[in-house]
């Protein structure tokens, strides 16, 4: 079963017959994906007690399984301080936080610990001398996903104007979330998106074509100009 079913599977929670809800359950415990958290929240609010009871026994296992597999990364990565790994090493340990920091089972406090461990070791990785293009992409991907945008904003800001499509949209997506409006409007004029010639006062319905529903990007235009 693909991620990419994750609607059809809720539908199969709600019409299906009992074996193939069952069956769909233990599919997700045995390969949980992030993508399958809200699929299981479903399951869990069922209106067949059969399907709540499964639900309830793969939820409590995943997050017992997460909160250990978060304890290890948290040791391993006190452990191994600031020394040097092979890129494949640190690339291994950064997946394994993503994982625990994405998986929907942790609590805040421990959410918050596993993630800054996350983006330290993005950080580590990104300054290691065997980091290639690929390698960079990879861990910039990572660091979105558990929140490093800061990090990722200071990795790429000294190359905003040669970034490639994925970079620049790694790039503004985090200057989105770090709510920097007037970097981000900077950047889209930069690419000649909005041009110069016309009113410094943007419209909204062009902004929405850019750069998705962030119209108060416009107020940023507006007070620069």
């Given at each position: 079963m693909c991620i990419?079913?994750?609607?059809?599977?809720?539908?199969?929670?709600?019409?299906?017959?009992?074996?193939?809800?069952?069956?769909?359950?233990?599919f997700i415990g045995l390969n949980y994906h992030s993508d399958f958290h809200s699929v299981l929240q479903h399951a869990l609010a069922s209106s067949d007690a059969i399907v709540r009871v499964q639900a309830a026994a793969v939820f409590a296992k995943l997050r017992e399984s997460f909160k250990a597999r978060a304890k290890v990364c948290l040791s391993r990565q006190r452990a191994?301080?600031?020394?040097?790994?092979?890129?494949?090493?640190?690339l291994e340990r950064i997946e394994?936080?993503?994982?625990?920091?994405?998986?929907g089972f942790l609590d805040p406090s421990e959410r918050r610990a596993v993630g800054q461990a996350a983006i330290d070791?993005?950080?580590?990785?990104?300054?290691n001398g065997e980091c290639d293009d690929q390698t960079e992409r990879q861990i910039l991907r990572e660091l979105a996903d558990v929140g490093g945008h800061e990090k990722i904003r200071n990795h790429l800001q000294s190359r905003v104007g040669n970034l490639d499509g994925?970079?620049?949209?790694?790039?503004l997506n985090a200057l989105m979330h770090l709510g920097d409006l007037r970097e981000l409007a900077e950047v889209i004029e930069h690419d000649g998106v909005l041009a110069k010639q016309q009113t410094?006062?943007?419209s909204r319905k062009r902004l929405h074509s850019v750069i998705g529903n962030h119209p108060q990007v416009a107020v940023s235009l507006d007070e620069r100009n």
């Open positions: 990419r079913d994750r609607p059809n599977m809720t539908r199969v929670l709600d019409t299906a017959d009992l074996p193939t809800k069952q069956a769909m359950l233990g191994s301080g600031v020394d040097r790994s092979d890129i494949a090493d640190e394994e936080l993503r994982a625990c920091v994405t998986s070791a993005c950080g580590m990785a990104l300054s994925e970079l620049r949209c790694l790039y410094t006062v943007v």
